[in-house]
């Protein structure tokens, strides 16, 4: 795919999520969703995440893609069978890399929740082991920020790269 391809599909709407439940194991009642990228290619059919957030990252595109994935899961989340036995759910977004480092994403993330009603502690901002080693300063700055204004965090693939505990300690 070309960045304009991608462009135009970020313009047109043709990026969508689909949504993967999160159970309490030990209950195995629903908790929450995590909130993941599609792309709905004219051609292609239903693309993958792997196939087009490389490429998002690269050309520029990754904070238009956020916003259009936050607004949609926000959306989503604000509706009132959004619930488990009347308790609402949280919803999971993955935050890429580039997204984190460029514009402004605590200001996008506050102005998307309140738009959509979505209290700030139901949403949990995924990020992964390699943020936190690219701009640190940066990353920690802007997690802390979301932190502060109630939104939850989690690290996304924990221990599949070079995760320590010191490494967790370092991070709200």
Request: proline share 6%.
């Amino acid at each position: 795919f070309s960045r304009e391809d991608l462009a135009e599909a970020i313009s047109a709407g043709d990026l969508f999520v689909v949504f993967q439940p999160i159970l309490d194991l030990t209950t195995l009642v629903p908790v929450g969703a995590e909130a993941l990228v599609r792309w709905r290619h004219p051609l292609r059919g239903i693309v993958p995440p792997g196939l087009f957030v490389g490429l998002a990252e690269s050309s520029g595109l990754v904070y238009g893609m956020t916003e259009q994935v936050l607004t949609q899961a926000l959306a989503f989340a604000s509706r009132p069978e959004y619930s488990w036995n009347g308790k609402p759910l949280a919803l999971s977004v993955n935050l890429a890399t580039a997204a984190l480092i460029e514009g402004d994403p605590t200001r996008l993330i506050m102005s998307l929740l309140a738009a959509s009603g979505v209290a700030p502690g139901r949403l949990v901002v995924e990020v992964t082991e390699s943020v936190m080693q690219a701009e640190r300063t940066r990353v920690l700055e802007i997690v802390s920020r979301l932190r502060l204004r109630g939104v939850e965090l989690s690290i996304d693939d924990f221990g599949t790269g070079t995760s320590s505990l010191e490494r967790l300690d370092q991070f709200p």
